[in-house]
């Protein structure tokens, strides 16, 4: 149970309502991981959610749009819904073409998903941006409630971030919209999974961390690996150095922060934004010391912390399945 | 007369029709200039202009605003106007109020210019910033037709910017949406004309130019002083200066460029941005090798220049009076 959905939101409670079903008006909201697929039925005024249908992900779209299909009708009273939203891990055209999707196995080009289920389904599938979903969520029942504008940035692996203006989601014609993760922080700086050089990603995101930690490690034993072991380094990694005081932890977790302070900082000069939410395994790993730090950062961007609120995600219950659901009443 | 109204426009040519006035609905667009007043008639399907009215612009605000009524009062027919869309150089919020104007004496404190003029003509009156009635302008009728979201960025004194997204211009609760010419490019950098350091204004601003060439003239001679002489630096002496080959102004303009190529790549990355207009007194100077030198800067900026096509703005007659008015029937 998620305790920040009941805090001073409505007296219904998000994802936390399984049976029975809602009674009014639902929309299915999907959310499509690397490992798992979850559908919900979603009251869109509330973001309270009935039903609970859970599927492992398997490799290749169609298999994968099969599954889709499948846990979609495995939900009481499908048929009544009013539309699909969908988030996937991967790029998405404004008309529901996945053009990529690097967490699942196998799918290698775009697939047109909102046309596909749509068909096969007989009802509207909106398709979305899995970080766009959390962002939307966010918007509406977590940290971001009270604010039209605002960028949600999660910090994991890599860095993703999500954009609402005007109380909308902004996802631009090509869906890159809050590619924040390659935003250039530093020109011809750290190697980025991307390809490029410099980005915010390649600094903030564990992935990055973990290149830079055993680029280090080949000269000199790093704590970081030794606990990582064969495996990537994972948030409790860190937190574990920041706590033992680990000099390459610290310094950084300290160019993490200031790469993110002069981003945000940026976005939220260029855009005009009274609020950016921090989420991510990383941010929930390291908690509101991280969050002080960027907030407090000599490299802090634009027109300083001043303009700008930076805020901990409130970590809703399948806040990507809550979120698919919303943007789809949004387009629908 | 400005050809690029004709070229591959509509058959009416905004901005040059005279007399007799427009036959249909009109709406009246005021451009509020340091030196003088504008006001023209708009069609809003096409951007053609009739009647011009121009008023040296007084000191005070109470002053301006009695000149404001009286401009628009000359025109003729005035009273069957759908409302006034009025451009001012300074800060506006959602609701009208002029928060400060700094290039209009005497203008010290907020002033609520929408209601005050509203209730004086007894129609709407639409308040927007001058940067951004360009860049509406330049989307609708210049050199952002075709695309739905662009990013519009001026290089004069300062540098100032007008966002469209989704064919809507963005300016945000307290109306600071586009100020890019804050945004940090250099972290602890050359101080800005706004007290903080290192923004893209201080390195592409005639403005930081100037102050940047007069700290180096106190330790060598250099052409651009001798060109402005006790005055500021113009574009046409930065032009010169290239020209001539001197290595202080070629150098000081490839920081400029390479400082708007990193903010210009990030912004298009963060907002998938097809297109971003360059225009200003600095841009239109130095003309398409300017441009060239930024698209073509290793430090362009994110996801890098094959996102983004960069283009000269259309120059457009009386842009800000065009653009004012057609902001005000987005929002009438």
């Known amino acids: 149970m998620n305790t920040q959905w009941v805090s001073d939101g409505p007296e219904t409670t998000p994802g936390d309502i399984e049976e029975p079903g809602l009674d009014g008006p639902f929309v299915i909201g999907v959310d499509l991981g690397g490992t798992k697929i979850l559908a919900r039925a979603i009251d869109p005024a509330t973001g309270a959610a009935s039903g609970?249908?859970?599927r492992m992900t398997p490799a290749g779209p169609s298999v994968v749009l099969d599954s889709l299909v499948e846990a979609i009708q495995d939900l009481p009273g499908w048929e009544q819904a009013e539309g699909v939203g969908l988030g996937v891990p991967g790029f998405v055209t404004k008309d529901g073409v996945v053009t990529s999707c690097p967490n699942i196995k196998g799918w290698d080009e775009p697939v047109a998903v909102s046309a596909e289920l749509g068909s096969r389904l007989g009802m509207n599938v909106v398709v979305a941006n899995d970080v766009d979903c959390g962002a939307v969520a966010e918007?509406?029942?977590?940290?971001?409630?009270?604010?039209d504008d605002l960028l949600a940035v999660f910090v994991g692996t890599g860095v993703g971030g999500g954009l609402v203006l005007d109380g909308q989601l902004v996802i631009g014609d090509r869906g890159l919209v809050g590619e924040i993760g390659h935003v250039t922080v530093e020109p011809g700086g750290r190697p980025c999974g991307c390809g490029g050089r410099?980005?915010?990603?390649?600094?903030?995101?564990?992935?990055?961390i973990n290149r830079e930690v055993r680029r280090r490690h080949e000269k000199s034993p790093q704590l970081l690996v030794d606990l990582a072991g064969e495996g990537s380094i994972k948030s409790r990694h860190i937190a574990r150095g920041i706590a033992d005081e680990d000099d390459t932890t610290i310094e950084m977790m300290a160019e993490a922060a200031a790469a993110l302070a002069l981003v945000i900082g940026n976005a939220a000069t260029l855009?005009?934004?009274?609020?950016?939410?921090?989420?991510g395994g990383v941010v929930?790993?390291?908690?509101?010391?991280?969050?002080?730090q960027i907030a407090q950062s000599d490299r802090f961007g634009g027109f300083g912390a001043d303009l700008v609120d930076l805020v901990p995600a409130d970590r809703l219950d399948d806040a990507g399945a809550v979120g698919a659901a919303m943007i789809a009443v949004d387009r629908l």
Chains 1, 2 share one sequence.
Do not use: C, M, S, T
């Open 198 to 208: 410099g980005h915010l990603e390649a600094y903030a995101g564990r992935a990055g």
């Open 52 to 54: 609970r249908i859970k």
């Open 271 to 279: 855009l005009d934004l009274p609020r950016v939410i921090l989420g």
């Open 139 to 147: 918007q509406r029942f977590g940290a971001g409630r009270g604010v």
């Open 284 to 292: 929930d790993k390291l908690g509101q010391p991280f969050i002080d």
